[in-house]
């Protein structure tokens, strides 16, 4: 028995659930991960799985050996992907959590030219604006949008996310154009909130106009901590959204979405690539970073530094 294949047997199928799937991802034979896992359990002499005819569940003492197991792959992928020799093809698995609106919209667009430039890489993307449990959920890298708190952290900043201030036609017609973002403080007006996951509420929102400068809490009946419904509920005219103009241009352009307040500037939203701190990073993660930077320079670039 390879230990290697049978570690890595057994870690496909807790993840799969399945041994027909583990397989078909690792180009093996059903009967063979079967085997290789029958014969690391007969090795440790503990029951890995719980096998019935249509599930597989993994016992306490797998789960236990799994933690361990993904810890041991991915450090022994490092290894070989550190290796001046393997740097130039990365590959391995990659864990990444980022907000749902930027990966429909920028990046999951863009993953075929990223696949043919890596081919071995393999991405689990998380789609989310919740706080991520990097360690604990085996995450290599996150995506979030404004300044990052956690010193714990490595991190580095990407891009700057220009921002407007949108209603809808229909919101507009029912409530009125506000002609001064004070006025989004009156009891008639309504905006929607977002909110944020290291604090669970919304934040007030500066702007400025010469010398002019507010902070705006509006108020909200609706508030969402998920991107894509924040602009959905918004497009619906439940209130005054806040969004990245990559967001907001093309429901701008087609008219469901009136851009307000024009004349009035809203500092940028930086965007930070956050991962943890180790001895090396991964070639694989070091390429994954490097092209969110390509990627974001062309749609969000850093204030200050050249598109």
């Known amino acids: 028995m390879d230990r290697f294949d049978a570690m890595q047997a057994f870690a496909r199928v807790v993840e799969t659930r399945s041994f027909t799937q583990a397989a078909e991802t690792l180009n093996m034979s059903k009967t063979s991960v079967t085997q290789l896992v029958q014969q690391l359990e007969a ?6 799985l719980n096998r019935t005819t249509r599930k597989v569940n993994v016992t306490a ?12 792959l991915g450090d022994m992928d ?5 290796l001046s020799t393997a740097s130039a093809a990365p590959r391995g698995r990659l864990r990444v959590d980022v907000p749902s609106p930027l990966a429909r919209t920028i990046l999951v667009p863009a993953l075929p030219a990223f696949h043919a ?12 604006d919740r706080m991520v449990d990097l360690i604990g959920e085996r995450v290599d890298c996150v995506l979030r949008g404004g300044e990052l708190t956690d010193p714990s952290l490595m991190a580095r900043r990407v891009g700057d996310l220009q921002l407007g201030v949108y209603a809808a036609p229909s919101y507009l017609a029912r409530a009125g154009m506000p002609a001064h973002p004070g006025a989004l403080e009156d009891t008639h007006h309504r905006i929607v909130g977002f909110l944020w996951s290291r604090t669970g509420k919304p934040f007030p929102y500066a702007m400025q106009r010469d010398a002019e400068r507010l902070e705006v809490r509006g108020r909200y009946v609706f508030s969402f901590d998920d991107g894509n419904a924040y602009l959905a509920a918004g497009l619906a005219g439940l209130g005054v959204l806040w969004l990245p ?9 087609s008219g469901e979405l009136v851009p307000l307040f024009e004349d009035w500037q809203l500092d940028p939203m930086p965007m930070y690539v956050a991962y943890t701190p ?4 991964s070639a694989k993660l070091r390429v994954f970073i490097d092209w969110v930077v390509e990627l974001m320079a062309l ?3 850093v204030k200050g530094r050249p598109a």
């Open 43 to 48: 090795r440790l002499r503990v029951k890995l």
């Open 61 to 72: 003492d797998g789960a236990a050996y799994y933690e361990r197991v993904v810890r041991l």
């Open 78 to 82: 490092d290894a070989e992907t550190s």
């Open 117 to 128: 430039r890596y081919p071995d890489i393999q991405i689990d993307m998380g789609v989310s």
């Open 245 to 253: 103009r990559y967001m907001a241009d093309a429901h701008a352009a």
């Open 278 to 281: 180790n001895r090396h990073v």
């Open 299 to 301: 749609h969000a670039p």
